[in-house]
């Protein structure tokens, strides 16, 4: 598989959903793989990029790990707002953040943001391992809780 490292930044319209036009391009020296879409609204005061990232593939008991070992506070110098990106197969992480013109400065905190996810998924990535049996331990209370009140 082709290793791409250009990240193509679409408007997005508000009313439906589209993708309208192409804004700009921004060169990702590492962790493109973790994107999983990235567009820009307009708004009246100013302009925004929301930014989805996410993980490789991962089990049950990791998705609940990762979740809580994760320190979504490495983001706050970077960007405006985090929002739940939970629901999914795979953990992710919606960063609201204000779009500038300036394309290299936008490049610099897209490859900062980036940079400091790939390193928070390092460092927690032994922690895993660790928990790994009370996470499966918390996954069965789930299911029990669940099955009990299918009844």
């Keep these: ?3 791409y ?7 997005k319209n508000s009313s439906t959903g589209y993708l309208t036009e192409t804004v700009d391009s921004y060169t ?4 493109m793989e973790f994107v999983e879409s990235i567009y820009m609204l307009r708004g009246e005061e100013a302009d925004f990029i929301y930014l989805t990232l996410t993980t490789k593939d991962v089990e049950d008991w990791e998705y609940y790990g990762i979740y809580e070992l994760y320190d979504e506070e490495l983001f706050n110098e970077l960007i405006d707002e985090l929002q739940d990106g939970s629901g999914e197969y795979n ?6 953040l204000k ?7 936008m490049e610099d905190v897209l490859n900062s943001i980036l ?6 998924l390092s460092r927690i990535q032994p ?6 049996q009370e996470y499966l331990k918390a ?7 669940a099955d009990g009140q299918d009844i």
């Excluded at 953990?91 to 609201?96: A, E, G, N």
């Excluded at 922690?127 to 790994?132: A, D, F, W, Y």
Aim: a negative charge.
């Design 1 to 3: 598989m082709d290793n």
């Design 5 to 11: 490292n250009v990240l193509v930044l679409m408007e």
């Design 28 to 31: 990702i020296s590492e962790g």
């Design 91 to 96: 953990p992710r992480w919606i960063l609201k």
């Design 99 to 105: 779009y500038s013109d300036n394309r290299l400065n």
């Design 115 to 120: 940079k400091a996810h790939i390193k928070e």
């Design 127 to 132: 922690l895993l391992e660790e928990g790994k």
């Design 139 to 145: 996954i069965d209370e789930e299911n029990e809780e």
